[in-house]
Nanobody
């Protein structure tokens, strides 16, 4: 499956952004979609994930209540709504596809190119 992430940008503290991830190719073989982020000098970390079929969602503790992941199965799109943004949310955000739920990047076989989110204080 090929992934294309978009929607990043510069926003002030407390602002919002919506990231999109377009999937193409053998999407039926990827049952779980995740968003990760990587800040400068830090490891890539899980942010949120969603099961294609059931729509079950999973969130990392730092973003619970602020970020929302959703999908449009008909269009093979996954979204990540980022609200109440903080400077510590600044990172490159990646979408990724996996067979099943996991928070480690190791389990994800396909990755988008990343989109930069910068939150100014």
């Amino acid at each position: 499956v090929q992934l294309q992430a978009s929607g990043g940008g510069l926003v002030q503290t407390g602002g919002s952004l919506r990231l999109s991830c377009a999937a193409s190719g053998r999407t039926f073989s990827s049952h779980f979609m995740g968003w990760f982020r990587q800040a400068p000098g830090k490891e890539r970390e899980f942010v949120a994930g969603i099961r294609w079929g059931a729509g079950s969602t999973y969130y990392a503790d730092p973003v619970k209540g602020r970020f929302t992941i959703s999908r449009d199965s008909a269009k093979n799109l996954v979204y990540l709504q980022l609200n109440s943004l903080k400077p510590e949310d600044t990172a490159v955000y990646y979408c990724a596809a996996a067979i099943t739920y996991g928070t480690s990047p190791v389990g994800y076989r396909s990755w988008g190119q990343g989109t930069l989110v910068t939150v100014s204080s």
